[in-house]
């Protein structure tokens, strides 16, 4: 069972990587952000399966810090995105 475990995390992450790859290539961002989201969320479901598939439940905890500072990223992306006197959002500027 924890080869099967191990199997499907490292599918999870290289999907996750994948991914990752393709969106970070953007110039957006909000898919920036979005790579943030899907490395949290990706490496989080890694994690909980590594952790499922050598008995140790650290990396749960691990796993719920990770999903949680991709959370803060976002919220701190949301507020630090500032609207016009109009309500409309400003337009990305290149970097």
Do not use: H, W, Y
Request: charged share 10%; with cysteine.
């Amino acid at each position: 069972m924890a080869e099967s475990l191990t199997l499907v995390a490292l599918f999870v992450l290289l999907a996750s990587a994948a991914g990752l790859v393709v969106v970070l290539r953007s110039r957006l961002a909000i898919e920036k952000l979005m790579a943030v989201q899907l490395l949290g969320t990706g490496g989080a479901a890694t994690l909980l399966l590594l952790g499922a598939a050598s008995a140790q439940p650290a990396l749960a905890d691990i796993a719920l810090l990770l999903v949680l500072l991709s959370a803060f990223a976002c919220a701190a992306f949301t507020l630090g995105e500032s609207n016009g006197p109009d309500g409309a959002a400003k337009p990305d500027e290149p970097s």
